[in-house]
């Protein structure tokens, strides 16, 4: 099990041979033999979004910020990496072949450039030279979460209050105020692993929201259930709480005491994970009891806030 594990990663770009300098033309570029400081800037230049240079710098095919290489075609008609290959070499502007064209005074203007970040909108204000943006995105703090729904293919995102009233309003889950819950799960036919069984149930406690995952999988070939809780937050926030799961009958039990998962970390990296209470299918169905042909499992739990 590796609980915690959804810091920022090291985001490999095209890009990252360009340090951030403070001035482009200091830069001793190795692999370049033309053009060389094409464009010379003293100091930084903030731009924003309605900035004619930043529309510039918008790729025209998928308009995404451009990075080095930075491609154009023989006309000067440019292009990002990505879509370079995407187009198979014509420029979708004047339907020339692209060649292999790089536009260096474009990549020193953009070098030369700080920007906002681009959850400007969500509440940040940080503002980054142009090649450092990227990597402060991947982690930046006010950047929207994904829906944590795991039944579908959900696509939305959005900060915590946006995506709990998306759950309970889109996708029904229900939300109980409270630190301590009693759930139970009741499945009548438990062999079907391949339809898993799967279950998201929102809790409202210390002004915070989390989620509880209910779900049957196949580690190897054995038919398991796992219950865990994520919570609507970040990774630090997170380690603030605590909570325990339960589940027995007949004087036996199961008791898992774990560190609820941000919702940045997937539902799926957490389950290979393991981080949750896993109980076998056959110990389930013992817990069921009844004649094992119905899952009726009840879980109770409890969150609390750590010191
Ligand atoms: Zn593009
Ligand atoms: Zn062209
Ligand atoms: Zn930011
Ligand atoms: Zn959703």
Known sequence: MAPGGSECKEVVESHSAIADTDIATTKSESNTTTMKSAVSFVGKHLIHSDNGVYELLKCPVCTNLMYPPIHQCPNGHTLCSNCKTRVHNC???????????????????????????????????????????????????????????????????????????????????????????NHRYVKSNPHEVENATWMLTLFNCFGRQFCLHFEAFQVGMAPV??????????????????????????????????????????????????????IQRNLALYFSGGDRQELKLRVTGRIWEEE
């Not at 589940?247 to 008791?255: A, E, T, Y």
Request: aromatic fraction near 12%; proline fraction near 5%; include cysteine.
């Open 225 to 278: 259930y796992m219950a865990f809780l994520c919570f609507m937050g970040d990774n630090n926030e997170a380690k603030k709480f605590s909570y325990s799961l339960e589940v027995g009958c007949n004087g036996r039990k199961l008791i898992w005491q774990g560190i609820p998962r941000s919702i940045r970390d997937s539902h799926r990296k957490v389950r290979d994970s393991q981080d949750g209470l896993i």
């Open 91 to 181: 420029c979708p502007t004047c339907r020339y072949d692209l060649g292999n064209i790089r536009c260096l005074a474009l990549e020193k203007v953009a070098e030369s450039l700080e920007i906002p970040c681009k959850y400007q909108n969500l509440g940040c204000h940080d503002i980054f030279p142009y090649y450092s943006k990227l990597k402060h995105e991947q982690c930046c703090w006010f950047r929207p979460y994904n829906c944590p729904y795991v039944g579908s293919e959900c696509s939305i995102t959005g900060d915590i209050p946006t995506l709990v009233a998306h759950l309970t309003d889109d996708h029904k889950v229900d939300m109980h105020d409270g630190c301590t819950f």
